[in-house]
Structures are given as structure tokens and as C-alpha cells.
Nanobody, 117 residues
Framework: QVQLVESGGGLVQAGGSLRLSCAASGRTFSTYNMGWFRRAPGKEREFVSRISSNNRSTLYADSVKGRFTISRDNAKNTVYLQMNSLKPEDTAVYYC??????????WGQGTQVTVSS
């Protein structure tokens, strides 16, 4: 069982930056791929980014490529999402997830990110 707790959300002006963190419980953090997703008001949840368990590969949605950076620290059981050049359309609840290549098994409760124009 893995429990995930996100933090770092808040209100920021367009063009600003935020760094989200997701702390995981359990000893198996390093065996999971970690991902970030978001759900904007009135929209479906969408993929943002993911990082492999061995920290060797990352993937980004086209909408955030070049602005967001995912990273992880397996010693701290934490995954991060550095978000730069934020836009109002980035406003959403951001969720982290842990899983394998075929299934995201565990989800956090989410952290709100609001970008004002």
C-alpha cells in the first residue's frame, strides 16, 4: 500500500512558478513509476507528466512541455513537479499517482493550483 500526499499548490500570477511535491509512504516508492495529473473545472482529468521508477525517463503532455519539469528523490520518497511560466489554463487540481507501466494504482488527494491573469 502506498499513500501519497501532495503539497505546494497555491495562487500565482501568470508567468510565475510553483513547485509541487508528493510525499509517499511505504518502502516500495522506488519501484513505482510516478505521475502527475490534473483536473480543471468542468474538464476531465488529464495526464501532465510521468517519471520512471529508475529515474531514467520522463514524459510530458504537449501542453506543459518546456515549462514543467518532473523529478524524484527516491531517498526521500518524494516526486516533484516544477512548474514555470504558468498560464491561466494551468489552473486545476493537481494529483500525483504511483503505478506501473499499465496501471496507476495509487492516487493522492490533490492540491489546488490557481493561476491568475
Amino acid at each position: 500500500q502506498v499513500q501519497l500526499v501532495e503539497s505546494g499548490g497555491g495562487l500565482v500570477q501568470a508567468g510565475g512558478s510553483l513547485r509541487l511535491s508528493c510525499a509517499a509512504s511505504g518502502r516500495t516508492f522506488s519501484t513505482y513509476n510516478m505521475g502527475w495529473f490534473r483536473r480543471a473545472p468542468g474538464k476531465e482529468r488529464e495526464f501532465v507528466s510521468r517519471i520512471s521508477s529508475n529515474n531514467r525517463s520522463t514524459l510530458y503532455a504537449d501542453s506543459v512541455k518546456g515549462r514543467f519539469t518532473i523529478s524524484r528523490d527516491n531517498a526521500k520518497n518524494t516526486v516533484y513537479l516544477q512548474m514555470n511560466s504558468l498560464k491561466p489554463e494551468d489552473t486545476a487540481v493537481y494529483y500525483c499517482a504511483a503505478g506501473t507501466s499499465i496501471l496507476w494504482s495509487y492516487w493522492g488527494q490533490g492540491t489546488q493550483v490557481t493561476v491568475s491573469s
